[in-house]
T-cell receptor
């Protein structure tokens, strides 16, 4: 069965600095989708970035980018120029046929 | 509607009570998903609908959990004889199909006392 592991329960960063959140996963599939979601206290899961496994190029969305290492089954999220509004829980997720499988999350704190 | 709407936002139930949680998906989204998120954990899949058909209910933890989507739009998640371990946030998501346009609601926080 597919699994997703986030080994950093909490991370902190200063405003305007860069932070990287780690995620590893396990699958026997060759084509799949990976996601990073942000969950603020409002509870709504907000899509940050999406990566398709067959694409070699790492996905980028403004200040958010990923380092996708398919052979190592690693999918880390880099947040550049961190802002106070980036503070939230971040979840890595794997799309498995008809559902998302989530990691346990990383709480990101941003200090002014 | 513009987003996925869930109600109520908060629900407190006494142990043994039945509860019903509602999800109103984005108009035109054929796929609808329910997840359970325990405190400090990531969401865990409960069940999936394509239109009115429940195609996967492998994540429902017991026969006390029941979901329906009779007209292929609004869905209700029902929990019978609630127990303390049912306390969690219940998230609903809808999509155009598969992972396309996947959008979550803000969830219902259920507390069983």
């Amino acid at each position: 069965a597919q699994t997703v592991t986030q080994s950093q329960p909490e991370m902190s960063v200063q405003e305007a600095e860069t932070v990287t959140l780690s995620c590893t996963y396990d699958t026997s599939e060759s084509d799949y989708y990976l996601f990073w979601y942000k969950q603020p206290p409002s509870r709504q899961m907000i899509l940050v970035i999406r990566q398709e496994a067959y694409k070699q190029q790492n996905a980028t969305e403004n200040r958010f980018s990923v380092n996708f290492q398919k052979a190592a089954k690693s999918f880390s999220l880099k947040i550049s120029d961190s802002q106070l509004g980036d503070a939230a829980m971040y979840f890595c997720a794997y799309w498995d046929t008809d559902k998302l499988i989530f990691g346990t999350g990383t709480r990101l704190q941003v200090f002014p | 509607g513009a987003g996925v709407s869930q109600s109520p936002r908060y629900k407190v139930a006494k142990r043994g009570q039945d509860v019903a949680l509602r999800c109103d998906p984005i108009s035109g989204h054929v796929s609808l998903f329910w997840y359970q998120q325990a405190l400090g954990q990531g969401p865990e899949f409960l069940t999936y609908f394509q239109n009115e058909a429940q195609l996967d209910k492998s994540g429902l933890p017991s026969d006390r959990f029941f979901a329906e989507r009779p007209e292929g739009s609004v869905s209700t998640l029902k929990i019978q004889r609630t127990q303390q371990e049912d306390s969690a946030v219940y998230l609903c998501a809808s999509s155009l199909g598969g992972a396309d346009g996947y959008t979550f609601g803000s969830g219902t926080r259920l507390t069983v006392v």
